[in-house]
């Protein structure tokens, strides 16, 4: 049973990553709407890009951030069964994650930070947005290092024994997270800055873009793996199952910490200022990353089919009636899997080294992002949370029926949304504008899509709003006493496992590995920006 | 380590289709030299103006002595200038793009013309329009506030009415 301590410590974290999601689901909707000029009045690009900088931030940064390290601290204390290192470093990095939040909100709100959740220069916005962004990001690394610390510790408790799959995985995305983090930091603390305060004037934007590009690829990842860890450790339990294969889960974990930090170059396939064969090194690397996702596809698979079939379903197909698609967790597998599957297609459109150019910066990629992220990962993230709330709280959920339709809603509001969205990209309408002014007969091909969008919009407003209002209702319940099982019960691997290999079990010769294909893959050109003559930007507003 | 006979296959299966994937692109990069555009050529973006290639008359299409059509642009808050352009149908076509202020990018939607526009940094890109056609030019990348107003005419006319020009002219504009 967790610790009134670890509960409000998780609680204090998924109430920011909740609330900041509520506003962002509304901005979104907002957003959807002002494109579509159904509503003249609505018409600002001032308040539009505000609220795309704001929506991207909130939904990209603290909905993820707080999540992932108010779910890390649950996984680490209920599968290691030890209680939490160091509790005031955790607090500590919550509030200094917290103030971050805070800081970097208010001039987004204000519109003096419309930079979008990208902020490439030299479009600049004020000194306090880059600031609160780098204290989310520093309050993380005390939670990345809580969890390595604590991934440690056990392994020299238990010499021999394999570290439980879910810490082991939590422990890759710590640890994933600290590469990851590194490239924006540098960005963020070298360049912008002392850029935004006066203390530079220039900044080379070939620069910025390759840092980013550092984080862009693997920061999807870090929000990722909390949602696999609910497709090994939840889906099969929750189906009636076991875990087909715990040691391929490992392999699929070891993959993706390996190869999503050496492949960021995807998103400057189209930029001037790197050249080609690194571009090329990098899409070679992005399809290996599709190897471990894969893998994921067939382990979950085998193991919510075998729960189908003892559940009594047979045949071919039988075993997917068969499974309880009334239990949130089950249903949201299934839901996150076939938004998976869908955006997996896109994906490899994106990853292709010469395909991309159709896509590139397109309404497509917005689609494509929404699907998986919003859709696959966030689905995950609430059926997870359905399942932690009364564990945290020590109250039921206030409907069980309720978060079935909210999950349905999510579901079906992305297919709509992102299905449209897709489609607009092929016919050309580029991401990231706030309505269509161009006078060109192209654009009429657009407009039924656009009304889509809205229909879409409105459907996951309402169900951002649901989802919300469970949570908020459930906790604020009178006490109704003890609820039935409130351990966190992990998934059983079919074949138990008793020991694995070490390479399955830590991540020293991993973290080498990653210095290798990091320099390789990054050194020359970031080193390039200081070896041949190039100019910097000065700021400008926007 | 223990792997069930069923999830061999797999691995197999899916090792074989990544590798087809990777296949193909590297045919289409080494074999056809299908390349995004990877240029690396920095520039000053404050001084355009005094720049040989990229001062406002020298802007526009011109006819190289090859017979290929070279587009010089600025992209600029908030259009392509020269705003309009004439281009022939089935001629390659090179484009060179400089950004005059902060990051803009570029594409014609059903055509393989697009690139990034890095402030410091020359875009280059060239592609061949298979279609006469009025084709919108539009900014892709996020440039300020009146990012949805940037974009710009091209025009493509069919190869036999292009006229012939002299090298030291900017033709179609
Ligand atoms: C309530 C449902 C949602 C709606 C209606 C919605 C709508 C939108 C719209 C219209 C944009 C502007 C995109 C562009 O112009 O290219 C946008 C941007 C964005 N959305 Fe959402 N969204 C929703 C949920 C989400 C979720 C759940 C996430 C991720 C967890 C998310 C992440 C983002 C990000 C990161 C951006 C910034 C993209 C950029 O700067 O180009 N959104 N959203
Ligand atoms: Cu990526
Ligand atoms: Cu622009």
């Given at each position: 049973m967790l610790t009134?301590?670890?509960?409000?410590?998780?609680?204090?974290?998924?109430a920011v990553a909740f609330g900041a999601f509520g506003l962002a689901a509304l901005m979104g909707f907002y957003q959807v709407l002002a494109r579509s000029d159904l509503i003249p009045a609505l018409q600002s690009p001032g308040v539009y890009f505000a609220s795309v900088s704001t929506h991207g931030v909130l939904m990209a940064y603290v909905l993820t951030t707080f999540f992932i390290m108010g779910f890390g601290y649950v996984t680490a204390v209920s599968s290691l069964k030890t209680p939490l290192w160091n509790p005031r470093w955790a607090w500590i990095g919550f509030w200094t994650s917290a103030v971050g939040t805070?800081?970097?909100?208010?001039?987004?709100?204000?519109?003096?930070?419309?930079?979008?959740?990208?902020?490439?220069?030299?479009?600049?916005?004020?000194?306090?947005?880059?600031?609160?962004?780098?204290?989310?990001?520093?309050?993380?690394?005390?939670?990345?290092?809580?969890?390595?610390?604590?991934?440690g510790q056990w392994k020299k408790a238990h010499p021999g024994e394999p570290v439980p799959l879910p810490m082991f995985a939590t422990t890759a995305n710590a640890i994933l997270w600290l590469w990851t983090s590194a490239g924006v930091a540098s960005e963020v603390v070298f360049q912008l800055i002392p850029w935004s305060m006066g203390l530079k004037d220039t900044v080379d934007p070939g620069l910025a873009r390759t840092l980013f590009a550092w984080t862009l690829h693997p920061i999807v990842y870090f929000w990722l793996i909390p949602a696999y860890i609910a497709l090994y450790s939840f889906v099969p339990k929750a189906a009636g199952g076991k875990l087909f294969?715990?040691?391929?889960?490992?392999?699929?974990?070891?993959?993706?910490?390996?190869?999503?930090?050496?492949?960021?170059?995807?998103?400057?396939?189209?930029?001037?200022?790197q050249g080609a064969g690194f571009k090329l090194s990098h899409g070679t690397l992005t399809f290996l990353v599709a190897v471990p996702t894969l893998l994921t596809a067939f382990t979950i698979t085998a193991?919510?089919?075998?729960?189908?079939?003892?559940?009594?379903?047979?045949?071919?197909?039988?075993?997917?009636?068969?499974?309880?698609?009334?239990?949130s967790m089950v249903l949201a597998g299934i839901l996150a899997a076939a938004m998976l599957v869908l955006g997996g297609f896109g994906g490899l459109v994106n990853a292709s080294y010469a395909m991309n150019a159709m896509v590139h910066n397109t309404a497509w990629v917005a689609g494509h992002f929404h699907l998986i992220f919003g859709g696959t990962t966030v689905i995950l993230y609430m059926a997870t949370t359905y399942y932690l709330w009364p564990r945290l709280t020590g109250k039921p959920l206030c409907s069980s029926t309720l978060p079935l339709i909210q999950l349905w809603s999510w579901f079906w509001g992305f297919v709509i949304l992102t299905t449209a969205w897709h489609i607009l990209g092929l016919l050309g309408q580029p991401r990231r504008i706030s309505t269509v002014t161009y006078h060109s007969p192209l654009t009429f091909a657009w407009d039924p899509y656009i009304l889509t969008m809205v229909v879409g919009g409105t459907v996951l407003m309402v169900s951002a709003g649901l989802f919300v209002y469970i949570l908020a209702k459930s906790y604020r319940q009178p006490e109704t006493g003890p609820i039935q099982a409130d351990e966190i019960e992990y998934a059983e691997p079919l074949e138990p496992v008793t020991r694995v290999h070490p390479l399955l079990n830590g991540f020293s010769v991993w973290n080498i590995a990653l210095a290798v294909l990091m320099l390789a893959n990054f050194g020359y050109p970031i080193a390039q920006f200081f070896l041949i003559k190039t100019f910097g930007s000065v700021a400008w507003g926007y | 380590m223990h792997i069930h006979p069923l999830e061999k296959r797999w691995i197999y299966l899916v090792l074989a289709v990544v590798g087809i994937?990777?296949?193909?692109?590297?045919?289409?990069?080494?074999?056809r030299n299908i390349h995004p555009p990877?240029?690396?050529?920095?520039?000053?973006?404050?001084?355009?103006?005094?720049?040989?290639?990229?001062?406002?008359?020298?802007?526009?299409?011109?006819?190289?002595?090859?017979?290929?059509?070279?587009?010089?642009?600025?992209?600029?808050?908030?259009g392509f200038y020269p705003r309009e352009i004439r281009l022939p149908a089935g001629t390659p076509v090179t484009f060179r793009i400089a950004s005059a202020d902060v990051l803009h990018g570029v594409h014609i939607p059903m055509t393989n013309m697009g690139t990034m526009v890095v402030p410091g940094y020359v875009s280059e890109i060239t592609t061949t329009f298979p279609k006469p056609g009025e084709y919108p030019m539009l900014c892709n990348e996020y440039c300020g506030l009146g990012h949805d107003h940037m974009w710009s005419k091209v025009t493509v006319v069919a190869k036999e009415s292009w006229p012939e020009a002299s090298a030291a002219q900017p033709i179609g504009r």
């Open positions: 009134i301590e670890i509960r409000k410590l998780a609680l204090s974290h998924f805070g800081l970097a909100a208010l001039p987004l709100l204000l519109g003096r930070a419309s930079v979008l959740y990208t902020f490439y220069p030299p479009v600049q916005a004020h000194a306090l947005f880059y600031i609160g962004a780098a204290l989310l990001v520093v309050g993380s690394w005390f939670w990345a290092v809580i969890m390595i610390v604590m991934h294969s715990d040691e391929l889960g490992r392999v699929a974990f070891v993959m993706l910490l390996v190869l999503s930090l050496p492949i960021g170059f995807h998103h400057l396939y189209m930029d001037p200022q193991s919510v089919e075998l729960a189908g079939r003892i559940n009594g379903g047979t045949g071919l197909f039988g075993w997917i009636g068969a499974l309880p698609w009334r239990n | 994937f990777l296949a193909a692109i590297f045919y289409t990069a080494l074999a990877s240029h690396i050529e920095p520039i000053d973006s404050a001084s355009l103006h005094l720049s040989a290639e990229f001062a406002e008359d020298k802007l526009g299409v011109w006819t190289q002595p090859d017979g290929t059509i070279r587009v010089t642009l600025v992209a600029a808050r908030y």
